[in-house]
Structure formats: structure tokens, C-alpha cells
């Protein structure tokens, strides 16, 4: 029972380089999120899908692509790293868009991310 | 925006007493409300939950509170054991997708 399956858990990137983070779920959930989350700031949406085929900017996107590979996968990329980006990212599913179907979100433990 | 605010940054209790941790929350057109554990190194865990309609649930040895009145929510624990040591974090969903708070620090003294 994995739930939500983050890659990698650690990663260090020099300023300017790319790299996507990878998320899949088996709960057959229809949507799917990615957070950052900083000291002091609380989770902060970077983007989310609704549903298969559909992704939608959350409140901080920029520097940040997405795509939604299949109902299981959500991706995350970030095509040219920079220090501001050093954050903790989260992945997280629900059955319905906006925690609906009770039970919110459902996380994964997250990617440790460090830019230098 | 709106924000999810919390009353107390850090709160610490002794083993066995009850906890309450509280969040104050800014839009009176929310109708879920969501309370999350999350642990040193880990991700967000979903505790327990409430909707607008109710104002009051429970579940193991946890109970929400929600006073739309004064838009306040708060988390009762009850006989606070080592392992509730984490950070909670209340989270509402005015519309669209859930907003969080900053978080709570929970303690727990031996």
C-alpha cells in the first residue's frame, strides 16, 4: 500500500541545471498536486491537475513545468535551477479536485532539494 | 490572499495531558477543514476532518472543533503521548484547492 511515491528523496543541483521530480500514486486518485514547503512559509502550491490530461498553475509556478504523464504520474520540472528553489517538495493526490472525496490530500515524503 | 493563521507557534505538554492546538481562519465561505500531522522528515498526514455543516468530530483520541461564528478551529488531543510529537498544520478549503497554515509545533515532555 504505497500511497504517493516521490523521486529522489535528496538531490543537490548547481545553479542553472534541470532537473524533474517524479510522483506517481496507486490509489486511483484523479488529482494531483506539488507543494513546496519553506521554513516559516507553510505549503505553497506550485501546480496542480484536476483530472488526467489537465494541469493548472497554483500560487507559486513560475520556474516550474509540470506534466501529467498518465492518471498515476505527475512530474515536476524545473528546466533551470536557481538557489531561490532550495525547498522541500511535496506531491500529493486526491480523489477529487480540492480534497473532495473526503480524507484531503494524500502525500508523499517528499523531495529535499538544495541549489547552489 | 486568504491565510490560515495559527495562535501559537510552538506548544509543549506533558506525557498524558490533553493538547489543544488552535487556527484561526480568514474565509467564512469555507466549507471543509482539514487537520494534518507532519512529522520530522516526512509528509503531511491526514488526521482528522470536519465540514461547515458540523462543529464538532472525533476520532482516536483526537477531536475538531469549528466555530464558524469566530472562524476558529482547534485540535484537542487527548492523553498526549511521545510519538504526537510533530508539527500540525489545520488547512481550509474556501474554494478550489485546500489552503494550509503555517503549522504548530507540539511538543511532548516524558
Known amino acids: 500500500n504505497a500511497g504517493v511515491t516521490q523521486t529522489p528523496k535528496f538531490q543537490v543541483l548547481k545553479t542553472g541545471q534541470s532537473m524533474t521530480l517524479q510522483c506517481a500514486q496507486d490509489m486511483n486518485h484523479n488529482s494531483m498536486y506539488w507543494y513546496r514547503q519553506d521554513p516559516g512559509m507553510g505549503l505553497r502550491l506550485i501546480y496542480y491537475?484536476?483530472?488526467?490530461?489537465?494541469?493548472d498553475k497554483g500560487e507559486v509556478p513560475n520556474g516550474y513545468n509540470v506534466s501529467r504523464l498518465n492518471k498515476r504520474e505527475f512530474s515536476l520540472r524545473l528546466e533551470s535551477a536557481a538557489p531561490s528553489q532550495t525547498s522541500v517538495y511535496f506531491c500529493a493526490s486526491s480523489e477529487a479536485p480540492a480534497g473532495g472525496g473526503g480524507r484531503g490530500y494524500t502525500f508523499g515524503s517528499g523531495t529535499r532539494l538544495t541549489v547552489v | 490572499g486568504e491565510s490560515v493563521g495559527l495562535h501559537l507557534p510552538t506548544l509543549s505538554v506533558q506525557e498524558g495531558d490533553n493538547s489543544i492546538i488552535n487556527c484561526a481562519y480568514s474565509?467564512?465561505?469555507?466549507?471543509?477543514f482539514i487537520w494534518y500531522k507532519q512529522e520530522s522528515g516526512k509528509g503531511p498526514q491526514f488526521i482528522i476532518d470536519?465540514?461547515?455543516?458540523?462543529d464538532k468530530r472525533q476520532g482516536q483520541r483526537v477531536t475538531v472543533l469549528l466555530n464558524k461564528t469566530v472562524k476558529h478551529l482547534s485540535l484537542q488531543i487527548a492523553a498526549t503521548q511521545p510519538g504526537d510529537s510533530a508539527v500540525y498544520f489545520c488547512a481550509e478549503r474556501p474554494q478550489g484547492n485546500l489552503i494550509f497554515g503555517k503549522g504548530t509545533k507540539l511538543s511532548v515532555k516524558p
Open positions: 470536519i465540514r461547515s455543516n458540523m
Open positions: 491537475s484536476a483530472s488526467e490530461g489537465t494541469t
Open positions: 474565509n467564512s465561505a469555507s466549507d471543509y
